[in-house]
């Protein structure tokens, strides 16, 4: 029985495909992309958990927990498919760094209801609601984006 692994250029092939999984953050662009929407979704899995923490914290109440997950995801159902007509009219790059920005807009406004003491349900619920809005946008026009900075072959390893 042969137990040796077939080589390509001289490396065994397991090493070869995964080399080959990291292909798309060769190109600069896209490898900042990448970071920084990761630094993105971690801020935003913080302030997802943390707005649910302060929910139910605020009203020991599993229902406003979900008015409020279904409010920041009513808006992504209804809005995402004219979003996507729109963006593909619209410059990608400036709407993704538009909607960023929107969203630390949002996240500092929420911060500082929290800071102050003055927050309520509704403000939660209402800021979730935009939130919803903006992601509406945000998530066509990330995906979208992808096509414009990585070559034609390594658009499926970047979407993956």
Known sequence: MNNKQPTTNGNPKGLAATADI?????????RLFFIGQGVSMIGTWMQMASVSWA?????NSPVYLGINGFASLLPSFFATPFA?????????????????VL???????????????HVSVWHIITLSFFGGMINAF????????????????????AIA
């Open 22 to 30: 990291w292909r798309s953050l060769r190109n600069r662009n896209y």
């Open 55 to 59: 929910i139910y914290r605020l009203t």
């Open 84 to 100: 996507g007509v729109m963006i593909d009219r619209w410059d990608r790059r400036r709407t993704v760094i538009t909607t960023q």
């Open 103 to 117: 969203l630390m807009i949002q996240a500092v406004i929420l911060a500082a209801f929290f800071l102050t003491g």
């Open 138 to 157: 945000d998530m066509p026009a990330r995906q979208a984006l992808v096509f414009n900075m990585v070559k034609k072959e390594n658009v499926s390893n």
